[in-house]
């Protein structure tokens, strides 16, 4: 179709509209390769400036009479076989929050004349698809530090219209966790995604993940989005060993304390913390513990150990149990489907971490990667012994996490200040199992990690601030963001997320018609 | 670097430091008034001692990054331990630490992880202090130094050296009128304080606490020091009636008035190496300590060249400062092998003198090649005295008196 036939095209439907007479509608394999787009309050007109000036009236009266064009639905099937639209996007249970989709028509008279414009001008069906996640179900929970989410979004624009994406957002509930712009070339679809930590929510809360996107021919103000939610997951445990003139039922001396500035951190961290309270936490049996491991994604306890078990609050005393390694596998094998496995447990025991059986046990060195998820156990691989070295070293370690060093950074910097002292009076050497670079807090968005023989890379560290205080300019990254310079296939930047299939430049669609 | 963070904490904010603030309150206050700064995004920390105006801490995750993409090294690519302190020896004086009183401790290689990389796998030095051959407690002053194991590169340190040294050096208080005070007070306690076994006393510098007698206090559990001014006191050690407790009650050696504390509980089933109790039983009855030096060159294997001695008498403390902290050899840990330098003999209140091996390159005691305890750092100072070289490059042995 030439721009004469356009321009014919154009005339019909506006006497249609001026008319209020409805008339055939064309096919969309003769619509012009021009889109009233957005359906909103605006509409644009691509890519004849012809065009716009004649079907800018249009799109007026289109405003004017407070149409909004909901098409939600295509009754033909998509080029490759699946559904556009949110049709597609119900069937899997997916949330599609574009503007005109919420939208309906007033006056059915009306909604004829409109379905009749749209599907004539700017085939009815094009729009931009989106989807949270990008690919399979949105998880029932997030929980932990490695987090992954994502979101695509494609221009529907079949059979020919094309559309192409100047900016796609990433954001988890008000933050923007990942964004890419394009400058030179644009593709009509692309994909991010990234990693954040659902301790950066209260447990419970709902997280919204939303991908936004914004069209190259939209005002700068109008954006597409859709979202979907899940909620926090952080559920702590702790419990204490402590000798009854302390409160407790056990042999120990500084368990509540320990206890509670452990409960104390993972607080901060955004759990919420089983037993509420450290008298409780010290007064923790057998049948209890194993009875509260399953719903925790957390847990951190000061109790006797030995090799391959863990003992209770009461522990050192005649009333005491001691917990296998067996017995703590089963219960977190109990776990329902709504109860995330552990992410981060910490056994301030003896020889807790002498072998690797209570984080097995707890499922935290399961290796299910690369990209494995953000988890860690510690333990102490010698006898220790109950002192003010034991009772502080904790709380450095916690200090560090919280904020927001890496696991093995926050060993460093908890040893540097002293390690404690084992049973012998020799200092002592933590064991950790699993994720070296875990982190339990205010992890930065950032991109999922790309495994190299089953390392990490790094992780860019100082974002937060970035994120909190706009000025901050001593972060190495302020957020995960890629520029597309270039985006020829081949020469793309890869990092949050890739782009679903190469971007190309404008005209340069195959389906397109010059 | 150093410059830059060697001065008052207003200045210390250059260009290069992204933030400066006051060390976190939770923290440990034996570290004393101490600035963090961070130069670069959380690359290194550093804490500066706002009276000292030295580094007293240091982490460079750089470094660590670095490390995570090398493999870890084996035991021939490691530094030797004698080079591991001479580095260590070099970064704390490049820092401004004063080295006068530091003894190296404890040296070791040791993985954090069981997947060990260049980060995890690291050399610790522990210098612990001691003033006038007498100890300080490891809690209460010590510096701990973070290295790479390849190549002695710096991971961090810290140097918990807030501590101002004691006025008094009296001994007006024997110790055994300090292990009767101390067990007066303990059978003045609930039951589980009730003393349940012999006592053993040790000459230590400690930081008063006074933990004793409202133990139970939340002030009193945490153990943390009320005075940064160090006292010299005997450490009564007595086991209680709580199964596996041992507490602590600090005797001041001049008026024998109680400075406090701790409570230590076993949280484990160890029992340590039945030769220690032989020799820590040997230490607490010790009249006199007298030192031999065992000749180690070809056709004098054995001989005792020369001999020292230290009593209660003439030196008493240096010699309770030499009974003080003896530490067995961890159970299950490699023990390097026992090449006697020195033979150290112990005259007990009989009259026998005990006769013990003693290795002087690692401060280890033993019998028959075989590893039992780790000598206190004082009597390491006694046997072959460290002065630190100047520039801080390591340590020369000085010539025995």
Known sequence: ?514 | MWAAIRVSPPAAATSECISVRVAPTNDDPRWGPVWEADYGPASVTVRVGSGTQTVVAYLDTRVLDFLGRLRAPEPPEQISPDTAIGRAVRYLHLAGVALDDLVPWYVAVSDTTDRADGTSRQYTVIFKRVWSGVPFRYEDQRVTVLMDARHGLLIGFGAVLAAVTPAQTGLSVSPETAVSIARDMLSSLESVMQPAGPSNVQLQVVLPNGIWPDWKSPRSRSEMPTTLQARLAWVVETPTRNPGARVEVWVDTVDGSILGGAIKVSMGRAEPPAEFAALKAAFASCRRLTLASVGSSKGSSGAVTATRSLSPEKCPLPFYGALADLTPWPPGRPAPPLRATHRLGITLKDGRTDLWDYDARNGTIGRSKKVIARAGVSLRQWVSPVRWSPAGTGAQAAPAP
């Not at chain 1, 085939?123 to 992954?148: E, H, I, K, Q």
């Open chain 1, 1 to 514: 179709m030439d721009n004469g036939e356009a321009g014919t095209y154009l005339r019909e439907t506006a006497m249609v509209v001026e008319g209020g007479q409805p008339c055939a509608v064309p096919e969309h394999g003769a619509c012009p390769a021009a889109a009233v787009h957005g359906a909103g309050t605006e509409a644009v007109v691509l890519p004849a400036d012809t065009w716009v000036a004649r079907l800018l009236p249009v799109a007026r009266r289109l405003v004017a009479t407070n149409v909004r064009v909901a098409h939600t639905v295509s009754p033909r099937p998509h080029p490759d076989g699946r559904r556009p639209g949110s049709g597609h996007a119900r069937r899997e249970g997916l949330s599609m929050t574009h503007r005109a989709a919420t939208k309906t028509l007033p006056l059915r008279g009306i909604c004829v004349v409109a379905t009749i414009i749209v599907a004539g001008l700017a085939p009815a069906r094009a729009d931009w698809l989106m989807r949270v996640p990008a690919s399979g179900p949105m998880p029932r929970y997030f929980s932990g530090t490695n987090c992954t989410t994502s979101g695509w979004a494609q221009w529907d624009g079949f059979p020919d219209p094309v559309h192409f994406l100047d900016k796609i957002e990433l954001w988890v509930n008000d933050r923007r966790v990942a964004y890419r712009e394009y400058s030179k070339c644009f593709p009509e679809g692309d994909e991010l995604a990234a990693v954040f930590d659902s301790t950066e929510f209260p447990d419970a809360s709902t997280i919204v993940v939303t991908v936004k996107v914004h069209d190259l021919e939209d005002p700068p103000e109008v954006w597409h989005s859709a979202s979907n939610q899940t909620p926090a997951y952080n559920k702590g445990f702790v419990f204490g060993n402590e000798i009854p003139m302390l409160g407790g039922i056990g042999s120990l001396v500084k368990g509540y304390d320990v206890a509670q500035s452990m409960a104390d951190s993972l607080r901060q961290d955004h759990h919420t913390v089983q037993p509420v309270s450290p008298t409780v936490a010290v007064n923790q049996h057998y049948d209890a513990i194993l009875a509260a491991v399953p719903s925790a994604t957390a847990l951190a306890c000061y109790t006797h150990g030995d090799t391959g078990i863990l003992g209770d609050s009461a522990t050192g005393t005649p009333q005491g149990h001691w917990m296998t390694a067996a017995q703590l596998g089963a219960a977190c094998g109990s776990k329902t489907v709504d109860q995330p496995p552990y992410n981060w447990v910490f056994v301030d025991a003896c020889n807790a971490g002498i072998t690797k059986d209570i984080a097995v046990a707890f499922g935290v060195d399961v290796f299910v990667g690369p990209p494995s998820p953000d988890r860690a156990f510690v333990g102490w691989a010698t006898y220790m012994q109950d002192n003010t070295s034991l009772q502080m070293w904790p709380r450095r370690l916690y200090q560090y996490l919280l904020a927001g060093q890496r696991l093995e950074n926050s060993i460093g910097s908890a040893n540097q200040a002293g390690k404690p002292l084992d049973d012998f009076d020799n200092p002592a050497d933590v064991k950790l199992y699993r994720d070296a670079r875990f982190k339990t807090y205010k992890m930065c968005p950032r991109a999922p990690r790309a495994s190299s023989a089953g390392r990490w890379t790094h992780r860019p560290e100082g974002v937060r601030d970035a994120i909190r205080n706009p000025t901050h300019t001593g972060g190495q990254t302020s957020l995960v963001r890629h520029d597309h310079t270039c985006c020829l296939p081949g020469n793309e930047r890869s990092g949050a997320g890739s782009a679903r299939g190469p971007a190309r430049m404008p005209g340069t669609h195959p389906n397109s018609r010059s």
